[in-house]
């Protein structure tokens, strides 16, 4: 069955801080990984895709196949990431729509 | 501006009513779907469509319908509103890519309350 855990429902660091959400993944073939973020009383915005391997916001996410995780990480957190973080693996080319984990609500303290 | 509109965004009504919940969106999207997104649970998919009259259903589809007469359009309907559906709801669109996910525009929102 495909699984995508987010094993943190919060974490808390201090601004200036490095932040990791982790994301863990049991999906047959090779699915595309996904994050998204939600920030207070706000619509869910695509945050990073893997396959663009693009920098958002200071955040990247490092796909591990072997692992099967795709953390998502920043160096030095600011106060305006804190928000609800949600990973997604597709592997229907996104036609069946998306499977969420269970989110992580990042806080960033001053 | 791209968007994916949901209307209402907010909503309190009676067991048993019947209520439409519209989303509409102007990219000219194929596939559309729904969301319900409740505390400790996270987003659950309700309905999914791939394209005009392609519709199946996600993980939560009980007491939901959904139509997709027409590719913008993809209204949520709760047939007998039940105070268990009180959530806040998503819906979201995306391009096709054959095997590529390019990922989901997401509407705004409704917040639904069943008494």
């Known amino acids: 069955a495909q699984r995508v855990t987010q094993p943190e429902k919060l974490l808390s660091v201090f601004k200036g801080a490095p932040v990791e959400l982790k994301c863990n993944y049991s999906?047959?073939?090779?699915?595309?990984l996904f994050w998204y973020v939600q920030y207070s009383r706000q619509r869910l915005q695509l945050l990073l895709r893997?396959?663009s391997r693009e920098s958002i916001k200071g955040f990247t996410a490092d796909l591990n196949k072997g692992e099967t995780s795709f953390h998502l990480k920043k160096p030095f957190a600011q106060e305006e990431d804190s928000a609800m973080y949600y990973c997604?693996?597709?592997?229907?080319?996104?036609?069946?729509?998306?499977?969420f984990g269970k989110g992580t609500h990042l806080i960033i303290q001053p | 501006e791209a968007q994916v509109t949901q209307n209402p965004r907010y909503l309190i009504t009676v067991t048993g009513k019947k209520l439409t919940v519209t989303c509409s969106q102007n990219?000219?999207?194929?596939?559309m779907s729904w969301y319900r997104q409740d505390p400790g649970l996270g987003l659950r998919q309700i309905y999914y469509?791939?394209?005009?009259?392609?519709?199946d259903k996600g993980d939560v589809p009980e007491g939901y319908k959904v139509s997709r007469k027409e590719k913008r359009n993809f209204p949520l309907i709760l047939e007998s509103p039940s105070p268990n559906q009180t959530s806040l709801y998503f819906c979201?669109?995306?391009?096709?890519?054959?095997?590529?996910?390019?990922?989901?525009?997401f509407g705004s929102g409704t917040r639904l309350t069943v008494v």
């Open positions: 997604a693996p597709d592997s229907g080319g996104g036609a069946d729509g998306l499977t």
């Open positions: 999906y047959s073939g090779s699915p595309e």
């Open positions: 990219m000219n999207h194929e596939y």
């Open positions: 893997h396959i």
């Open positions: 979201a669109s995306s391009l096709s890519g054959g095997q590529v996910s390019y990922g989901y525009t």
């Open positions: 469509s791939m394209n005009v009259e392609v519709t």
